[in-house]
């Protein structure tokens, strides 16, 4: 069975710092899809960048980007220049090649200070 | 794009009754996912449908637990005799295809007594 894992609970980042935020996960699969999602409090989880286990090259979307390290099956997502609305609990997740069905981890909640 | 609805969104009931949640996808999407959240956790899979038509289900959909989606629009999920256990945020999301964005809805916050 497919499992993700946040390792990190609650991290901290001053505005307009780096974070990154650290996601592995376990699959005997080769294909599949790996996805970072975004909970900010008391609202919906929005999708915040996705990528293709068969794409060597990084996803990009704007201040957030990934490292995808297939061999080491990891995971992690950094945010530039972070700003105060980042502030959100943040989910990986992981889909199959041949599933419709997202399995997450615990999640880590980032917390953005002025 | 009205974006995902569920409904409603928080429910407080007694342990043995029986809780029925509504969900209303994006119109054009034919996938409509259930999910549950507890307190600390990340979503869980709880089952999905493809039009009317329930393609998976988690074990943890125990027989307490149905799901419709009747015509392939919205979607109820019912939970029967419920426990303190059900106690957690269930989350509905759509995808207008197969490995597409699932947009989530706000979710209904189930609290057992």
């Known amino acids: 069975a497919q499992t993700v894992t946040q390792s990190q609970p609650e991290m901290s980042v001053q505005e307009a710092e780096t974070v990154t935020l650290s996601c592995t996960y376990d699959?005997?699969?080769?294909?599949?899809?790996l996805f970072w999602y975004k909970q900010p409090p008391s609202r919906q989880m929005i999708l915040v960048i996705r990528?293709?286990?068969?794409?060597?090259q990084n996803a990009t979307e704007n201040r957030f980007s990934v490292n995808f390290q297939k061999a080491a099956k990891s995971f992690s997502l950094k945010i530039s220049d972070s700003q105060l609305g980042d502030t959100a609990m943040y989910f990986c997740?992981?889909?199959?090649?041949?599933?419709?069905?997202?399995?997450f981890g615990t999640g880590t909640r980032l917390q953005v200070f002025p | 794009d009205t974006g995902v609805s569920q409904d409603p969104r928080h429910k407080i009931t007694k342990r043995g009754q029986n809780v029925t949640f509504r969900c209303d996808p994006i119109?054009?999407?034919?996938?409509l996912y259930w999910y549950r959240q507890t307190l600390g956790q990340g979503p869980e899979f709880l089952t999905y449908f493809q039009n009317e038509a329930q393609l998976e289900k988690s074990r943890l959909l125990s027989d307490r637990f149905s799901a419709e989606r009747p015509k392939g629009s919205f979607s109820t999920l019912e939970i029967q005799r419920t426990e303190q256990g059900d106690s957690a945020m269930y989350l509905c999301?759509?995808?207008?295809?197969?490995?597409?964005?699932?947009?989530f809805g706000p979710g209904t916050r189930l609290t057992v007594l």
């Open positions: 997740a992981f889909m199959g090649y041949n599933t419709d069905k997202l399995i």
């Open positions: 119109s054009e999407h034919n996938r």
């Open positions: 999301a759509s995808s207008p295809l197969q490995v597409g964005e699932q947009f």
């Open positions: 990528q293709e286990a068969y794409k060597q």
């Open positions: 699959t005997s699969e080769s294909n599949y899809y």
